[in-house]
């Protein structure tokens, strides 16, 4: 039946390390969305000259896929948990690999804004089950390395997203910066359908909260819409300021409906725990660290007379720090020490590096090595602060809190992105130099959040019982 998850064959199943198998074809998902997000920014070059329009309009192809993501992630998650996550992760793997080969077939902007639409709800499908998937199928003591390797592989798409976009872009052309998705996306069905294991635990839900969907669509969209306005689009001061007013009321109606809500779309009882509170916040601040590099040093690096490809090469030094860490951060370690320990750690090494950009020479010479600790840092941090928020959430409600991760890596993402560029923006008339110690300066108080949030947070850890919700 189209609509019940089937189990895994029983050869499969039995085996000893039939879950890393299961964290193995997560990491597909993991990989393809983090390659499809800085993949997609090296065509609009060839976009702006093939549908003969500004570089504003080209940009809707990256904002309209941010935005579906982050409004559908958390009620993905919440349909995962009622209906089964394997279920709805491969549907979602099947509307996007669908999706992105309609984008390669695009025959106006206007149409190829539309298929990314449809593209991230797929993503959304799949990137709301993907930490739950990971924190259901491993076992409790090999949860953080489970998630260090999904990590890794989100780390690695976006390491190859520049040098792949551009390979792909100048060689074949934009539209088979989509259709690479195919292929691996048939991979992964296969895969997830053989290897993915059944939901155990669901929450029932009686009737879906479509007011409280529509209202966090708008609340999310209108913020993210009013940074970018402010960030140097041609939008008006009060156009920008009515957005911000739009998304405080959308933000206030959102928390009202869902404390009055049958079935609310977000228990806002998990946000009432200190080590969920806590933590999404770090995550929110370690994925706003790892992003805005992307807009700042390509910026720096060009204006100093260095090429698109060496600004590349020298980026690919961060998330290659940051996979190197999320992997092998229990060698870094010392294995037995708690997570809470390990966030501290991570965001005060990445803290560091971060200050350095207040006051090193912004070359070649001192970014890479820079960029390689900031990964490093991120790399420790990011596994153990995930495992911490999964491990004090009730397995029912696992979907719902994949959902919460991963839509606040987006919020991170974007504001990384957001920031960046408006710091740049901002301090313009002082010439690049000054914008970039500005952008370093938000940096560099997003890493401070990031440690506040791990010292604040209980010491409980994830391997211990979670608290009663």
């Known amino acids: 039946m189209l609509t019940a998850e089937r189990p895994r064959p029983e050869g499969i199943r039995s085996r000893p390390n039939a879950w890393w198998l299961a964290v193995g074809t997560v990491c597909f998902g993991a990989f393809m969305g983090q390659l499809d997000a800085s993949i997609v920014t090296l065509t609009y070059g060839s976009l702006r000259t093939g549908f003969h329009t500004s570089l504003a309009a080209v940009e809707w192809v990256s904002l309209a896929y941010l935005l579906t993501l982050v409004a559908l992630l958390v009620p993905a998650g919440r349909l995962a948990d009622a209906h089964g996550r394997k279920l709805l992760y491969l549907y979602g793997f099947a509307v996007f690999t669908l999706a992105s080969a309609a984008c390669g077939l695009a025959p106006s902007l206007l149409v190829l804004v539309a298929f990314r639409v449809v593209q991230a709800a797929g993503a959304a499908m799949m990137q709301a089950n993907s ?28 390491a190859l997203g520049p040098t792949a976009g551009g390979a792909l872009v100048s060689t074949l052309g934009w539209r088979w910066v989509f259709w690479v998705n195919v292929p691996v996306g048939v991979v992964a069905l296969v895969g997830g359908h053989y290897l993915l294991p059944r939901t155990r635990a669901r929450t029932k839900v009686a009737r879906f909260d479509w007011a409280g969907l529509g209202l966090l669509a708008v609340a999310t969209t209108s913020v993210l819409m009013g940074v970018s306005a402010v960030s140097g689009l041609a939008v008006s001061g009060w ?9 405080a009321g959308a933000c206030w109606g959102f928390v009202r409906r869902q404390r009055q809500a049958e079935a609310p779309l977000l228990d806002l009882a998990l946000l009432r725990v200190r080590t969920v509170a806590f933590g999404l916040v770090g995550a929110l601040s370690a994925y706003l660290v790892l992003f805005g590099p992307l807009v700042l040093v390509p910026v720096v690096l060009t204006a ?15 998330p290659a720090g940051f996979a190197l860490a999320a992997t092998g951060g229990d060698r870094l370690l ?82 990384g992105v957001a920031l960046v ?18 952008a370093a300066a938000v940096l560099g108080a997003a890493s401070a959040m990031a440690v506040a949030s791990a010292g604040l947070s209980p010491s409980r850890e994830a391997g211990a019982p979670k608290e009663t919700l």
């Open 131 to 158: 930490v739950a998937l990971v924190t259901t199928s491993a076992p409790r003591e090999r949860m953080r390395s489970a998630l260090g390797v999904q990590a890794a592989a989100q780390a690695l798409g976006l």
């Open 239 to 247: 156009g920008a300021a009515l957005l911000f007013v739009v998304a």
């Open 304 to 318: 100093r007379g260095s090429s698109d490809l060496t600004a590349g090469v020298v980026l690919t030094a961060l």
């Open 334 to 415: 010392p294995r037995g020490l708690p997570d809470r320990r390990r966030c501290l750690a991570g965001a005060g090494l990445f803290t560091l590096a971060v200050a350095a950009l207040l006051v090193v020479p912004l070359t070649v010479a001192w970014l890479v090595p820079v960029l390689a600790l900031t990964g490093l840092g991120l790399g420790m941090f990011t596994p153990s602060n995930n495992a911490m928020i999964m491990g004090a959430i009730p397995a029912r409600s696992s979907g719902t809190g994949g959902g919460l991760v991963n839509m606040t890596r987006g919020l991170g993402t974007a504001l």
């Open 421 to 438: 560029t408006l710091a740049l923006h901002l301090v313009g008339g002082g010439g690049v130099q000054a914008g970039a110690r500005s």
